[in-house]
């Protein structure tokens, strides 16, 4: 491992001292070659999440369509730097980045295929002064297909509408690996006359399924270790008729309005003033998880004492309402130095929580509950360079009573070149339902459980020039409550620590470009909690223009960890518990790929994982779930302004 880390360290480290060569002042225009835009009708195109009614400078951020991390395309990449899939995407995932978030009350805890979701609470509300579409393809080996669409458009100057398609299509390496994912998302943002009312709304859908193998069995094992069968397919699993359902849709309103408006002059522009908002928002989430097995094998489920219990089916219904009160500041201008916002809420949310067990324990997993929280933010501008944001909600009632948040950051920019960022995060809540209770059913553990308390401390620098972000995290956490190695849940008796440092880079030297991602994690008990101490993304390439105005990219991702002790998959409850068995080699992944862009056209083509088989490294992130060989994929995006 010490040897591994001092190659990338090597890497890395002499092209921060001359990052400032080769950075050209256009920030559209970086690299030379690649622009983040698509050209003069981007500008017309900008967005920005849920947040925009939450602060009077309303930011909007312009569409990107750079051929940076472009093949980047798995789902599983927009919170990891590995793939840790089962082997194909669309499959249940584990998350190797450890940060533990409060999950603002009830929380059923079915995590495992949330990252092929288009959660409603993400939602981008555009403004679109041309009809915008893009469309981006994948297709590759093994009858993988990937679809996503994207449409807004502008409806006159007071309502813009769009919609967002997700499509996933894995027939997968390993047999009963098929996996099959729909999500859809559609938006709107209305703001009639001098917009002192205005209304966004999101509605979302999905829907599901991925077969469960349970993984090759010792004898595919050994037939994978020696490489005695090449065809996947040939390869004995433990499960031949399960599989995971999903199904999710919810819908969400805020419309607000300010009592105090915005000032303007004879001109309609914006003058520095207060806005006195009122703002409510109604959420709506329904979910519903099915495990289906119509041939279990009894050695198998060892810790179910009713094979019938893995036909199961469990639904979630979820009622929002908020009212809110936000004192704002009109758009400030380049002479104002100090002032603040702040908002105050009181939300309640009705949770019904149900299953099909039909059975009598001291708990038997079905929940009725009206949680009441009440919190809010401020936010104080010192000076221009120096600001104080608070976040906190504390639970008064329901279930989740007593779950408590606060989130205090001091950002400041003392020079043009630097921003800073610190900060104190703590929250007490109660672990998830599924966490609690769900083995329970299934054991005899029925005890509810103490909150978890985190307590994390961190900072981040970002130098814009040099483009380098530097962060550094510290977890201390009371309270822990995993599954051990009987697929139980266990409360840790002791408190424990994640010590975490990450940096992201980007080089360019005339037509060369590296981009880096590195993370460090440090556990203090790896017993509870099983991390690669080192995870890593380094991305080589060479670019430039074909006939003077194609731009094109030839590089290799770099795509890796070190060895650690993996998690286990149980597909039953699509948790990941311990075990004790087998380590992996950790991970090293090269995926060579040509990319170009055309006009307002994107394609690659990459061979992905072209190092595999070579000097005896193994690509199984999750024991007995190794991930495929080596395929080719083309993956195509095009962009259409009307």
């Known amino acids: 491992m010490g040897r591994l880390i001092g190659i990338i360290l090597f890497v890395i480290l002499p092209f921060i001292g001359q990052a400032q060569f080769g950075t050209p002042n256009n920030t559209a225009n970086q690299s030379g070659f690649d622009s983040t835009g698509v050209g003069r009708d981007s500008s017309r195109v900008q967005f920005a999440g849920f947040s925009l009614s939450e602060s009077g400078e309303l930011s909007l951020k312009r569409v990107s369509f750079s051929l940076d991390r472009f093949q980047f395309y798995l ?19 584990q998350n190797f980045v450890f940060n533990p978030v409060f999950n603002r009350g009830f929380d059923q805890g079915f995590y495992s295929y949330s990252n092929y979701l288009l959660p409603i609470k993400q939602t981008e509300f555009f403004d679109a002064q041309s009809p915008y579409t893009e469309a981006f393809y994948v297709q590759g080996s093994k009858e993988e297909a990937f679809f996503h669409l994207r449409h807004t458009q502008n409806v006159g100057r007071k309502l813009n509408w769009g919609l967002e398609y997700k499509r996933i299509n894995s027939l997968g390496y390993y047999p009963q690996q098929t996996a099959q994912h729909s999500a859809l998302r559609f938006h709107a943002w209305l703001r009639p006359g001098k917009e002192r009312y205005q209304a966004l709304f999101a509605l979302g859908y999905h829907k599901g399924s991925s077969l469960e193998n349970g993984g090759i069995t010792p004898t595919g094992d050994s037939l994978y270790i020696d490489g005695a069968e090449t065809n996947r397919q040939l390869y004995p699993v433990w499960l031949s008729g399960a599989r995971n359902d999903l199904f999710n849709n919810g819908l969400m309103l805020r419309h607000f309005y300010d009592i105090i408006p915005a000032k303007q002059d004879s001109n309609s522009k914006i003058l520095p003033g207060r806005i006195l908002r009122i703002q409510l928002t109604h959420t709506y989430e329904f979910a519903k998880n099915s495990y289906i097995e119509n041939n279990a094998p009894a050695n198998y489920y060892p810790q179910i004492f009713d094979s019938l219990r893995t036909n199961t089916n469990y639904t979630s219904r979820t009622l929002e309402n908020e009212i809110a009160i936000l004192a704002l500041r009109a758009k400030k201008d380049s002479t104002l130095t100090s002032g603040w916002e702040a908002k105050g809420f009181l939300r309640s949310q009705n949770v019904d929580f149900s299953n099909n067990l039909n059975i009598v324990t001291p708990n038997n997993f079905g929940l009725k509950t009206t949680n009441l929280s009440a919190g809010g933010f401020a936010r104080i501008n010192f000076k221009q360079w120096l600001v104080l944001a608070i976040n906190a909600e504390a639970f008064f009632a329901g279930f989740n009573s007593g779950d408590i948040f606060l989130k205090a950051q001091l950002s400041s920019k003392p020079i043009k070149n630097l921003t ?62 995993y599954m051990n190695d009987n697929q139980t849940p266990e409360l840790s008796t002791s408190a424990l620590n994640v010590l975490s440092a990450s940096i992201t880079h980007k080089f360019r030297y005339k037509k060369w470009g590296i981009q880096s991602k590195i993370l460090l994690q440090q556990v203090s008990n790896t017993t509870i909690i099983r991390l690669p101490v080192l995870q890593f993304q380094e991305s080589f390439f060479r670019e430039g223009l074909l006939s003077g105005t194609t731009p094109w990219r030839i590089g290799i991702d770099v795509i890796g960890s070190t060895s650690f002790r993996a998690n286990s998959y149980s597909p039953y409850g699509t948790f990941f518990y311990l075990q004790n068995t087998k380590s992996n080699q950790g991970l090293l992944q090269a995926n060579a790929y040509i990319s170009a862009k055309i006009k307002r056209a994107r394609v690659f083509v990459m061979l992905e994982h072209a190092n595999a088989n070579l000097g005896g490294l193994r690509a199984d992130i999750i024991p007995f779930y190794p991930l495929p060989d080596r395929l080719l994929k083309i993956g195509l995006s095009w962009v259409f302004f009307d």
């Open 420 to 481: 800073l960022r610190t900060g104190i995060e703590s929250f007490s809540q109660e672990a998830d339902y599924r966490m609690q209770f769900f083995v329970s059913n299934y054991n005899s553990w029925s005890a509810k459980q103490p909150k978890l308390n985190m307590l994390k401390l961190f900072a981040n620098l970002d130098l814009e020039k040099q483009r380098l972000n530097l962060e550094v995290a510290n977890q201390l956490l009371g309270n822990y409550l």
């Open 75 to 93: 789902p599983v990449y927009d919170t990891q730097l590995i793939n840790s899939s089962l082997g194909n995407n669309g499959t249940a995932v």
